[in-house]
């Protein structure tokens, strides 16, 4: 109960303003009056407050139990409970993935072994093989802890895009070289010929292949062209043929001309006569000789040591045995003498002007 003067009119109208809440107050006159307002209007919301509230709500906020705190320590508590689990079970896949990627390192490894693949090629795809498996098993494990890996694998998606265009031509040459080291069309020391390349096979890389032909240069061939093209292998296969030309004469004796060639092949270590026979054969009929052609099969160790001295015994066998070696002729006919060709005298023709002359000379 608020005591009040009776002489105060003021103070008449707070009154009136306490005992009815509903009742808007009029327009404050003064300081005083002010000051009552204020205290009422805190007082009633208090009230009001103090209605509506739980008495539970009103304990917890008394005992400190409802704080912002406390709920931040719960929702972290309830996030490691959640948290631990998954971390644990990604810490396992790492751990279990990281032995597989190894074991599977190995088996890719003596794969290649057993398919004699080059040491170069062993080590990359051994590599390469080892890094894809562990980023793989990475993101399975981040998919776990619940870092989504999806952002990650379109940005890599991205960059390899990017990159796969702008080295297109580099791509090409190391699939090639996959190619080349593990279907192996040619080896170190083989001797191929790949379109105007010839040469023996120096090193074999992962770009290019070097090639060593026989003026001492370095040949460096993309391994897109070795891979895609065809070539000739010399020196795949343990023995080859050697096709040398012995020519000789219109009119000369074949047989006889065959009896030498033959005591020379007998007469040659070089020459394999198993599991293929030597042949010998008349293969061209040209302008001034007659080619007989000489099947020669040998190892191919021994392929270029035949080559350079097998035509050298042909030469000395017919020159011993008279076989003539033909050369080109050109025969030389001198006609009869014919009398002198005459050409009759002419006579002086009366040259008329032309329309040109006309115009130019004298104007006639």
Request: net charge negative; no cysteine; hydrophobic share 45%.
């Given at each position: ?142 998919d776990v802890v619940g870092i989504k890996a999806t952002s990650f694998i379109a940005l890599l998606g991205a960059m390899g895009l990017a ?24 080896k170190v020391d083989d001797y191929i010929e790949c379109g105007p390349y010839k040469g023996y096979i120096k090193e074999i890389r992962i ?158």
């Open positions: 109960m608020l005591l009040l003067d009776d002489n105060t009119t003021s103070l008449i109208a707070a009154t009136a303003m306490q005992s009815d809440a509903s009742t808007v107050p009029p327009p404050a006159d003064d300081e005083f009056t002010q000051m009552m307002q204020t205290r009422d209007s805190i007082h009633n919301a208090l009230k009001d407050s103090l209605k509506g509230m739980d008495i539970n709500d009103l304990k917890a906020v008394v005992s400190g139990e409802n704080t912002i705190l406390q709920d931040g320590v719960r929702e972290l508590t309830q996030l490691t409970v959640q948290f631990i689990p998954r971390l644990l079970v990604a810490i396992l896949i790492l751990w279990i993935g990281f032995k597989l990627t190894k074991m599977l390192k190995k088996i890719i490894i003596r794969a290649l072994d057993k398919r004699n693949a080059d040491a170069s090629l062993k080590s990359f795809l051994g590599s390469l093989s080892d890094v894809l498996l562990k980023a793989m098993i990475i993101f399975m494990a981040m990159i796969g265009m702008a080295l297109q031509g580099t791509l090409q040459n190391f699939a090639g070289g996959v190619i080349i080291l593990l279907m192996k069309p040619f770009f290019h292949t070097f090639m060593r032909p026989f003026n001492g240069r370095t040949i460096i061939i993309p391994n897109s062209e070795l891979a895609t093209k065809s070539l000739i292998n010399h020196t795949k296969e343990p023995i080859i043929r050697l096709d040398v030309v012995a020519s000789v004469a219109y009119g000369t004796d074949l047989k006889k001309a065959k009896e030498v060639l033959w005591e020379v092949v007998n007469n040659e270590p070089l020459i394999v006569h198993e599991p293929k026979a030597p042949t010998i054969a008349v293969s061209e009929l040209n302008n001034s000789s007659v080619d007989i052609t000489l099947w020669l099969w040998t190892t191919v160790e021994d392929y270029w040591e035949l080559w350079k001295h097998i035509r050298e015994d042909i030469y000395i066998a017919f020159n011993n045995a008279g076989v003539e070696i033909p050369f080109p002729q050109v025969t030389v006919h001198q006609p009869a003498e014919k009398p002198a060709i005459r050409m009759e005298p002419r006579a002086a023709v009366e040259r008329h002007s032309s329309v040109e002359g006309e115009r130019i000379g004298t104007g006639d």
